[in-house]
């Protein structure tokens, strides 16, 4: 083969590499003056990066030029530090390089063979998760592609403890298989969701127990629900309680969610995975539910963490459960167990799987334990001070409490509240409305980039706080820049949010 057609000369790849690292450089040094986002026609932005492979190699200048003229502008930035919508994933630096290096080595770890040190080092970042977590430290786990799959993965585990037939042999089916169901709260993640739609066990075997005032799994409803489906024939497959749930940063009574389930032998999974790790918080001390009751449990660090997406933290205390359910080994993948090893293949459906554990490795070593808990702090700190400022201001509501730097906001002016012309249903509509009109309003602007959810009270703005690199000052701007668009907004109402014509 003509020398031409390999790789890079390593020494090529050092002078791009330097070139591209000073290009992210100067975008975290400038990110503050950089749109988080920008909204964009999709049929301009899809022509702007449109064109058939090239035939030959381009230059690697042009590439990376058009990397950043075409492409980046047309990203949210969600390592921004107003970056406030869903549940910030901020990569720190030490976990971008540790990308990098992860994709220089290009290591697969599915058995402990194709690479001792990957999976000895994944085991070793778990046991620190897991003890983060306030989880059993020898409990089974394996680091996986989200959250979403990491509940997936564990409903699948509850599935076959649930039946007392060989499941992976049989199927869920056949003559005499009940009907299976998993109990949740009405707070729950979609993901609950489309694991039934996965499982076989269909969503209409998903029940949603009703949450209390505060938005919590009410544990009496919970077991009112698995009464009344065991009388009925039904076999529980598990319950998924939340620590920190999507909409408003709530938590599920654990305690008594648990003393629930061990009354009708029923399995219990956490989805912690906005919540969990917030354990490691001086500041929340104390105050937080306790992991350990669950049978299988998810914390998120691509989420709390600053490590980069993807890396989710499966745990399950009961021994042996996962490989029950997922361990297969086909001949070709048979190897020799000299010693004490684990195949991390044996715990989930995924084969193939990346070296995740370094990343994770890098950023609890480079900031250490007290370092990640007072950058967790500090976003609790900001979130704290922000939901006092929304207090005390008149025209603004908090609607929902979190213990986690999440923050519901409302408007709710008094032009609209307190204007006698209107129904209560014509208010809170109106409110709607113009809380819609802020958060696109807000977003199209570039200053900060929100998301939303819908409440008993109405539709909110989530101001979710947890980028490493945001201080106080970024809240404040983002504070002061939702009242002008508000008080804008009320002044001279745009779309549906002209209300002054009472209806
Ligand atoms: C974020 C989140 C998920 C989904 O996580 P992914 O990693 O995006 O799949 C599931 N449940 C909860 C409670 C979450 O906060």
Redesign the pocket.
């Known amino acids: 083969m003509p020398e031409e057609f390999g790789d890079w000369d390593p020494e090529i790849f050092e002078k791009h590499g330097r070139e591209v690292i000073s290009q992210i450089r100067g975008h975290f040094e400038k990110i503050r003056d950089v749109p988080v986002a920008v909204p964009r026609d999709p049929a301009e932005l899809k022509s702007a990066v449109a064109a058939d492979p090239p035939e030959t190699g381009e230059l690697f200048e042009r590439v990376l030029a058009d990397t950043w003229e075409k492409v980046v502008p047309g990203l949210v930035q969600w390592n921004h530090p107003s970056f406030h919508a ?2 910030p994933t901020s990569a720190s630096l030490p976990g971008v390089l540790a990308e990098t290096l992860t994709a220089a080595l290009n290591v697969n770890s599915m058995l402990w063979q194709t690479s001792p040190a990957a999976t000895a080092l994944e085991l070793v970042v778990l046991r620190w998760l897991a003890a983060m977590a306030g989880y059993p430290q020898d409990a089974d786990g394996l680091l996986v592609t ?6 997936l993965y564990a409903l699948a585990a509850a599935r076959d403890h649930a039946l007392d037939f060989d499941v992976r042999e049989r199927g869920t089916g056949g003559p005499g298989a009940p009907t299976l169901r998993i109990y949740t709260s009405d707070q ?2 979609s ?1 609950v969701d489309k694991a039934a739609i996965t499982l076989g066990t269909g969503l209409a075997n998903v029940v949603r127990v009703p949450s209390d005032e505060q938005y919590r799994m009410r544990p009496d409803l919970l077991d009112e629900a698995i009464r009344r489906d065991l009388a009925a024939g039904f076999r529980p497959l598990a319950v998924v309680a ?1 620590v ?3 909409a408003v940063g709530a938590a599920d009574p654990l305690e008594r969610v648990a003393e629930v389930c061990a009354g009708h032998g029923v399995w219990l999974h956490v ?5 969990g790790l917030y354990r490691l918080a001086p500041s929340l001390a104390g105050t937080l539910e306790d992991l350990s009751v669950g049978d299988s449990v ?1 914390v ?1 660090p ?2 709390t963490l600053f490590v980069p997406l ?1 890396s ?1 933290a499966l745990f399950c205390r009961r021994p042996g459960a996962l490989a029950r359910t997922f361990r297969l080994v086909p001949e070709y993948l048979t190897s020799a167990h000299d010693g004490d090893t684990t195949d991390l293949m044996d715990l989930s459906p995924q084969l193939g799987r990346g070296f995740r554990a370094l990343k994770v490795w890098w950023v609890i070593r480079t900031f250490g334990r007290a370092g990640l808990a007072a950058r967790l702090d500090a976003s609790v700190a900001l979130a704290r001070r922000l939901r006092e400022r929304v207090d005390r201001h008149p025209d603004w509501t908090c609607p929902a409490p979190s213990a986690y730097p999440l923050v519901c906001l409302r408007y709710t002016p008094e032009a609209v509240t307190a204007d006698p012309r209107l129904s209560e249903g014509r208010k809170r509509e109106i409110t709607d409305a113009l809380n819609a009109r802020i958060l696109r309003r807000v977003n199209a602007s570039g200053t900060a980039f929100l998301s939303h959810a819908v409440l008993r009270d109405g539709y909110v703005l989530r101001l979710s706080i947890g980028n490493i690199r945001t201080v106080g000052e970024d809240v404040e701007r983002v504070w002061r820049e939702l009242d002008r668009i508000a008080a804008a907004e009320l002044a001279e109402p745009t779309g549906t949010t002209a209300w002054t014509d009472p209806a």
Do not use: I, R
């Not at 989805?271 to 919540?275: F, K, L, S, T």
């Open positions: 869903y549940f989200g959250a979403s799959l990491a509940n729950a993640h993901s939340t920190g749930t999507t989805d912690a995975a906005y919540g998810v998120n691509q989420k993807d989710t």
